[in-house]
């Protein structure tokens, strides 16, 4: 039982070994090709979850295929802060993001939402004016401005507010208006 544990360890420590090749590669190549906002910001902890996911997939690999307990103990405490990492995180998103339920608006197709619905701590991270211009990079980056423009310059108003909008496309309406 004891070697069949090892090996299958060791296998799913290879499996991640090899994924966090081209995720540190990727990092490596955003850090050097960014050319927005948006990707510069992504680059440092893309490089960091690489890094992060080479050296414990490696001390999975090397405790279980050579037996070296230490690693094993080192392998098995950095899972569980892991996991508790992500319990944690899970929770905080709930937390921050719980009070923002959209409003539904008569006759038309998507939600009202407002930042005061959200918590203090993300309305101070959205009015940020450095934070606030990151993201509107990313947004449009992701060009979800410039297809609801495309959009509305061949359609009625009232077509236009009756269709189904994402809440970013919502609310980016009301912000540029």
């Known amino acids: 039982m004891f070697r069949l544990s090892n090996n299958l360890i060791g296998i799913l420590n290879f499996i991640t070994f ?7 590669g990727g990092g490596i190549w955003l850090s050097h090709r960014a050319s927005t906002d948006c990707e ?9 979850l690489g890094v ?15 037996k070296v307990t230490w690693l ?16 944690c995180f899970t929770i905080f998103a709930f937390v921050v993001t719980n009070k923002g339920v959209g409003e539904v608006v008569s006759g038309k197709g998507y939600k009202e939402y407002k930042l005061g619905d959200y918590s203090n701590w993300l309305q101070k991270r959205v009015s940020n004016t450095k934070n606030w211009n990151k993201i509107k990079s990313c947004l449009s980056d992701a060009k979800v401005c410039k297809s609801l ?21 919502g609310s980016m309406n009301f912000s540029v208006a």
């Not at 108003?157 to 269709?163: G, L, T």
Request: aromatic share 14%.
């Open 18 to 24: 090899l994924l966090s090749i081209p995720i540190l």
């Open 40 to 48: 510069k910001f992504l680059d440092g902890p893309i490089i960091a």
């Open 52 to 66: 992060f996911l080479m050296v414990v997939s490696l001390a999975g690999l090397v405790g279980s295929c050579c």
């Open 72 to 87: 094993l103990w080192f392998y098995l405490l950095v899972m569980f802060l892991l996991i508790v990492l992500l319990f």
């Open 149 to 169: 423009a495309e959009d509305e310059k061949n359609e009625p108003e009232a077509i236009f507010y009756a269709k189904h909008l994402s809440p970013i496309q």
